[in-house]
């Protein structure tokens, strides 16, 4: 099956630890995002790469982290940094070009304790 | 700045009818258009993309169509029924192929 999964589907974590979210396509997509859903508002992008190697910070990047080592992963990394974390999170995936059809994941729910 | 507005943000409409969901964008000049459905707690489907060439799509009882001139896209469900109650997001993609996001249409069909 063709797909976009995510790990874990809940996540605790301390007020002052950095924690690790998991995204893996085996879509053979070349463009990955992470967003941020917030009660009552639209996806706001952390961060997307178009190529592996390379990402860019979208609009709300702060104080969080993440890399693109292979063209299947892009894990995010939520800092301590990040004042507000509590949040769901997403993972999607697409083919570079104009047609930008994005495909998403589950979803990670985290919350700071 | 493109913004992108939905209302209403909640619907509420009795199982069967016919419903018109609203999606508005400040700035004409966008690639295509998405309309995807959010289950609770859960991840996006993508139910019909519109290219900017384009002015409908249609999947099944659902057809979307696109006005770039006015700015506005809606997404028409016919015969409404339970399973449809979901949460409906329209985002536009701009010149860097990203997507601009909409805040969401609640949908709830009553049985």
């Known amino acids: 099956d063709g797909g976009i999964t995510q790990s874990p589907k809940y996540l605790f974590r301390k007020e002052g630890q950095n924690v690790t979210l998991s995204c893996e396509q085996n879509l053979n997509h070349d463009a990955m995002y992470w967003y941020r859903q917030d009660p009552g508002q639209g996806l706001r992008l952390i961060y997307y790469s178009q190529i592996v190697n390379d990402f860019q910070k979208g609009d709300i990047a702060e104080g969080y982290s993440v890399s693109r080592e292979k063209k299947e992963s892009f894990p995010l990394t939520v800092t301590s940094a990040q004042k507000n974390p509590t949040a769901f999170y997403l993972c999607?995936?697409?083919?570079?070009?104009?047609?930008?059809?994005?495909?998403f994941g589950p979803g990670t729910r985290l919350t700071v304790l | 700045k493109q913004e992108v507005t939905q209302i209403p943000a909640a619907l509420s409409v009795p199982e069967g009818e016919n419903l018109v969901l609203n999606c508005s964008f400040t700035d004409s000049a966008i690639y295509n258009l998405q309309w995807f459905r959010q289950d609770p707690g859960k991840g996006l489907t993508s139910l019909l993309l519109?290219?900017?060439s384009q002015r409908e799509q249609t999947s099944g009882r659902l057809n979307a169509s696109l006005d770039k001139s006015s700015g506005r896209s809606t997404l028409y469900i016919a015969a409404s029924q339970p399973g449809d109650s979901a949460t409906y997001l329209c985002a536009v993609s701009n010149s860097n192929y990203q997507l601009i996001w909409g805040a969401g249409t609640k949908l709830i069909i009553k049985p």
């Open positions: 999607a995936s697409s083919p570079v070009g104009l047609l930008n059809e994005q495909f």
């Open positions: 519109i290219q900017s």
